[in-house]
């Protein structure tokens, strides 16, 4: 899709990825950028670069994807719209008919309202949550789903939903499985990428950062930046009614994760282990990145110790804000 001079509207745009995605929606010559946010989880305070575009606007009588009238509203004379908005993965465990809800329920609105809104090109976000352990590695799309919770379970229904509109009615779109994304705007909600921020505490406060079980997990961490640009690349292409993998493609494990943390910090204590408990969570994800690569035209370029680096400059101009973050999900000390 050619996406000069057109509108698009980015759901759930407040959010980190989705605010990442304006961002580099803004680097190119489209009309307009309308943010459809409800704001319960994203901020203003990740727009504020962003508003300063005259391009760019807050629809103004909010974004919840469970309003059908409004959502439908928001989609008038749009050429593309991004699919961001759901509720994250402990928020799933904890309280699944609401997941139900927000990434179920909520997805079929959106996708309904491309259709009925005559939409030409939906990107929807999905998870690499929906592949559950690695099976083997490097996880390619064909990985089978061995997803154990709630939350990789509304993306897998996403996915089927979209590839029966698809089927159905010839929605034009495209799915994205993110693996582990962190970077500036990140806060204390994802379950994986709030060990970042947990050790940042720590070594804030001078102690040990805390690695739950041995440190041998291994994840693909993606720098946010280079998801806002798989968006971008996503809207632009030519494949339609396909997944892609959103990652590096390198293994990093937590032990590893906590020493480069601790270099970049300039932090010489040793790294504190305790007993791994949280039962919902995977413990290898490395996803293959050559898909996207050869048919959308994307490839991760911020290397981890960069991005880790951008994430700890963002955090040092940025601490009242984070501390609102913190307290809002419960966290002290």
Same mark, same amino acid.
């Given at each position: 899709?050619? %996406?000069? @001079? *057109?509108?698009?509207?980015?759901?759930?745009?407040? @959010?980190?990825?989705?605010?990442?995605?304006?961002?580099?929606?803004?680097?190119?010559?489209?009309?307009?950028?309308?943010?459809?946010?409800?704001?319960? !989880?994203?901020?203003? /305070?990740?727009?504020?670069?962003?508003?300063?575009?005259? !391009?760019?606007?807050?629809?103004?009588?909010?974004?919840?994807?469970?309003?059908?009238?409004?959502? /439908?509203?928001?989609?008038?004379?749009?050429?593309?719209?991004? $699919?961001?908005?759901?509720?994250?993965?402990?928020?799933?465990?904890?309280?699944?008919?609401?997941?139900?809800?927000?990434?179920?329920?909520?997805?079929?609105?959106?996708?309904?309202?491309? %259709?009925?809104?005559?939409?030409?090109?939906?990107?929807?976000?999905?998870?690499?949550?929906?592949?559950?352990?690695?099976?083997?590695?490097?996880?390619?799309?064909? $990985?089978?789903?061995?997803?154990?919770?709630?939350?990789?379970?509304?993306?897998?229904?996403?996915?089927?939903?979209?590839?029966?509109?698809? $089927?159905?009615?010839?929605?034009?779109?495209?799915?994205?499985?993110?693996?582990?994304?962190?970077?500036?705007?990140? #806060?204390?909600?994802?379950?994986?990428?709030?060990?970042?921020?947990?050790?940042?505490?720590?070594?804030?406060?001078?102690?040990?950062?805390?690695?739950? +079980? #041995?440190?041998?997990?291994?994840?693909?961490?993606?720098?946010?930046?280079?998801? +806002?640009?798989?968006?971008?690349?996503?809207? *632009?292409?030519?494949?339609?009614?396909?997944?892609?993998?959103?990652?590096?493609?390198?293994?990093?494990?937590?032990?590893?994760?906590?020493?480069?943390?601790?270099?970049?910090?300039?932090?010489?204590?040793?790294?504190?282990?305790?007993?791994?408990?949280?039962?919902?969570?995977?413990?290898?994800?490395?996803?293959?990145?050559?898909?996207? !690569?050869?048919? %959308? *035209?994307?490839?991760?370029?911020?290397?981890?110790?960069?991005?880790? *680096? !951008?994430?700890?400059?963002?955090?040092?101009?940025?601490? $009242?804000?984070?501390?609102?973050?913190?307290?809002?999900?419960?966290?002290?000390?």
């Amino acid at each position: 899709m050619d %996406i000069k @001079g *057109k509108k698009f509207v980015v759901v759930g745009g407040a @959010g980190l990825i989705g605010s990442h995605t304006i961002d580099q929606l803004l680097k190119e010559d489209v009309k307009e950028v309308i943010i459809y946010d409800n704001f319960l !989880r994203g901020s203003k /305070e990740n727009l504020s670069n962003a508003l300063k575009d005259p !391009r760019t606007k807050i629809y103004d009588v909010g974004g919840d994807i469970m309003q059908t009238d409004i959502l /439908e509203s928001a989609f008038n004379g749009a050429d593309g719209v991004f $699919h961001l908005a759901a509720l994250w993965l402990l928020q799933c465990h904890d309280y699944p008919r609401s997941a139900f809800d927000v990434n179920i329920r909520g997805t079929f609105n959106v996708i309904e309202a491309c %259709i009925k809104k005559d939409i030409k090109r939906l990107v929807y976000s999905s998870s690499a949550s929906v592949y559950g352990d690695a099976a083997y590695e490097p996880m390619d799309e064909s $990985h089978p789903f061995n997803n154990q919770n709630f939350y990789g379970a509304t993306k897998i229904c996403g996915e089927a939903m979209l590839r029966a509109f698809h $089927h159905r009615y010839k929605l034009n779109y495209v799915g994205l499985r993110y693996m582990n994304v962190y970077g500036p705007r990140q #806060d204390y909600h994802g379950a994986y990428i709030a060990v970042i921020m947990k050790m940042l505490d720590a070594i804030d406060r001078g102690e040990s950062p805390t690695i739950l +079980g #041995d440190g041998s997990e291994a994840f693909d961490f993606v720098a946010v930046e280079d998801c +806002g640009v798989a968006n971008v690349c996503a809207m *632009k292409a030519d494949a339609t009614d396909s997944f892609y993998n959103v990652g590096t493609g390198k293994r990093t494990s937590l032990k590893e994760l906590a020493e480069i943390l601790m270099y970049l910090t300039d932090f010489k204590q040793s790294i504190n282990y305790a007993p791994r408990s949280q039962a919902t969570l995977v413990r290898n994800r490395i996803g293959c990145p050559e898909k996207a !690569r050869s048919e %959308i *035209k994307f490839a991760a370029k911020i290397d981890l110790e960069e991005g880790l *680096k !951008r994430l700890i400059s963002w955090r040092s101009t940025h601490k $009242h804000e984070l501390e609102v973050r913190r307290q809002a999900v419960g966290l002290v000390g």
